[in-house]
T-cell receptor, first 113, second 114 residues
Framework: SQQGEEDPQALSIQEGENATMNCSYK?????LQWYRQNSGRGLVHLIL?????REKHSGRLRVTLDTSKKSSSLLITASRAADTASYFC?????????????FGQGTELSVKP | NAGVTQTPKFQVLKTGQSMTLQCAQD?????MSWYRQDPGMGLRLIHY???????DQGEVPNGYNVSRSTTEDFPLRLLSAAPSQTSVYFC?????????????FGDGTRLSIL
């Protein structure tokens, strides 16, 4: 399977702490995307990072990509209770025809007030 | 702006019944797709479409049919429901294919097959 793997599967932190989630994948990619899913809702796009980029920021989010290690990380700084959600990485592999996104299994983040 | 709308939100079926999950988007997106989400499995691609009249299979297409007669709508049909199809189904869309394009998701249809 080309599916990405995320770790940890679950993460519990206190408000104000930083949260780091990791995603690894198996084959070369065009880009990697991160999504958030609140309980009972659909996924919401957070950041897209292309294969020729190493780091990207959006507000309190920082994404890094290491294509040599086939891995990415999502850092949420100064977390808030509202950041409690599941976070998924999705990869667009260069061998996919029609551009299919392959999702990881997700990291469940709990931020305690 | 409604985005991606999925109906129904919840459905219970008996084994062997058929039904259609509806998905509509109002953003004039060419690319639409269906995923199922199961515990511990992440999202798996069922079928996708790169434009009206064009559909293709994803990772887990068996037991499902799709058609794309208009840009706006992409219904998913369960031909003969099986308990293994109990899942949460998500529809997503983007301007063109998902390469370099953020996907817009609906809020899902929660389907139980008894």
């Amino acid at each position: 399977s080309q599916q990405g793997e995320e770790d940890p599967q679950a993460l519990s932190i206190q408000e104000g702490e930083n949260a780091t989630m990791n995603c690894s994948y198996k084959t070369s990619i065009n880009n990697l995307q991160w999504y958030r899913q609140n309980s009972g809702r659909g996924l919401v796009h957070l950041i897209l990072i292309r294969s020729n980029e190493r780091e990207k920021h959006s507000g309190r989010l920082r994404v890094t990509l290491d294509t040599s290690k086939k891995s990415s990380s999502l850092l949420i700084t100064a977390s808030r209770a509202a950041d409690t959600a599941s976070y998924f990485c999705a990869t667009d592999h260069i061998y996919n025809q029609g551009g299919k996104l392959i999702f990881g299994q997700g990291t469940e983040l709990s931020v305690k007030p | 702006n409604a985005g991606v709308t999925q109906t129904p939100k919840f459905q219970v079926l008996k084994t062997g019944q058929s039904m259609t999950l509806q998905c509509a988007q109002d953003m004039n997106h060419e690319y639409m797709s269906w995923y199922r989400q199961d515990p511990g499995m992440g999202l798996r691609l069922i079928h996708y479409s790169v434009g009206a009249g064009i559909t293709d299979q994803g990772e887990v297409p068996n037991g499902y049919n799709v058609s794309r007669s208009t840009t706006e709508d992409f219904p998913l049909r369960l031909l003969s429901a099986a308990p293994s199809q109990t899942s949460v189904y998500f529809c997503a869309s983007s301007q063109v294919g998902p390469s370099n394009q953020p996907q817009h998701f609906g809020d899902g249809t929660r389907l139980s097959i008894l």
